[in-house]
């Protein structure tokens, strides 16, 4: 378990005057033995001072991050919450307090200490941050952010604060795939049904489970599709993944063995910078393995603006002997101010560059979609979607997509 190791105050504050000045060398030895990483030399010394002053508040202080350190976590919670009742205005008991519950995986208890924190060091950026922390991992992504903007306006370094506000944002190409929330898995089902007009409507069905990670996430989907008076099926691995400060990537690999309506391979990169003050770009390159290979290059910007996600992408479809290219406009809305619930509109446009197609080579086609993700007690989760789009020659397309999403 990685801990942020901090250092004792550089003042203490007893509820019990120390006895003689062998008691207070007695303690600098237990301090120097603790931040010199000698946990059990330092509880040896704590103990003796506790059995010379019992209950004095600074001693149990001391102790207490000892016993988080050592992972001893109920003997670390009754130090602390003992000196917290023994002295309900010392600050560094909170904080510690606060550190014991994130560090042992209880967010919600560290949020209510570190709530006591900021009470007591309201300008003290360092403990807005704290709490944040606790907020996010929580999944009061609201919260969260609430209080990193506080911890800038009291100070804290603007790149780090962009960096965690970027790191609570919703991932733009799938939301869920980084929404961890205090989450480990999720798994989903979903299906699509189009009406194509004079033929026999498509569906397509996909299956996912999904295991988040501190660093991003790692899905395995199974699809299936029936088009054309035909079935196939694919697999897929899909993953994001944290880089380095306000970076994520997305990482895809997609195989179908059939290779009936899906290409027989596929992979897909996508890199994401975030660029500061609510905006983000990204770059990518989906490749698929049909008989003739196709790229699609993409390049989007994106702007968080409140609980506003706006995302303008262009990509360019390049395969043998033919070009094409489209832009797409997209807004989410997270109208309930987390990272779960949004409803999301979309329009696009495109132009198709084929000697093969049409007289003249060109075509032009144009859609839209609208969806609304909704999330009921944090657990399951819903989707419904709607689209239609025009192609070459008029052709008309009316899709309809329903999900269900159980995360545990």
Known sequence: MAIDFQLPPAATTQAQAAGSASFDAQYERARALANAGQPALALAAYNALLAQSPGNVDVLLGRGIVFTRMERWSEAQADLEAAAQAAPDYADVWLALGNLHQWHDQP???????????????????SWQAR??????????????ADLEQARALGANAQETDAALAALRPRPGNPE??????????????????????????????????????SGSLGFETLRAHRFGQSGQAWALDAYADLWRGAYANIRYQRAPAARLFPANAGRV???????????????DDVLGFDSRVNIYGV?????????????????????GSHSNGQRLLARYYYAGDADTYLEASVN??????????????????????TWVRYWGGNWGGKLGASFSRGANDARERGLTLGLVRRW
Not at 115 to 125: G, I, M, Q, Y
Not at 349 to 370: E, F, I, K, M
């Open 132 to 145: 944040a922390r606790a907020q996010r991992a929580a999944g009061r992504l609201d919260a969260a952010r």
């Open 177 to 214: 795939a980084a929404l961890a929330s205090g989450y480990t898995w999720a798994a989903s089902l979903a299906g699509g049904w189009t009406d194509v007009g004079g033929g026999p409507r498509w569906n397509d069905q996909t299956a996912s489970l999904r295991h988040y990670m501190k």
């Open 270 to 284: 996508e890199l994401y910078q975030s660029l500061g003050g609510g905006w983000e770009a990204s770059l990518a």
């Open 349 to 370: 446009s495109g132009r198709s560059d084929d000697p093969l197609s049409l007289a003249g080579g060109r075509a032009r086609s144009g859609g839209g979609s609208v």
């Open 300 to 320: 989007a910007l994106g702007k968080y603006v409140g609980n506003w996600y706006l995302q303008l992408r262009h990509q360019a479809i390049v395969s043998a």
């Open 108 to 126: 919600a208890q560290a949020v209510l200490a570190y709530t006591r924190l900021t009470v007591l060091r309201p300008n003290d950026a360092a």
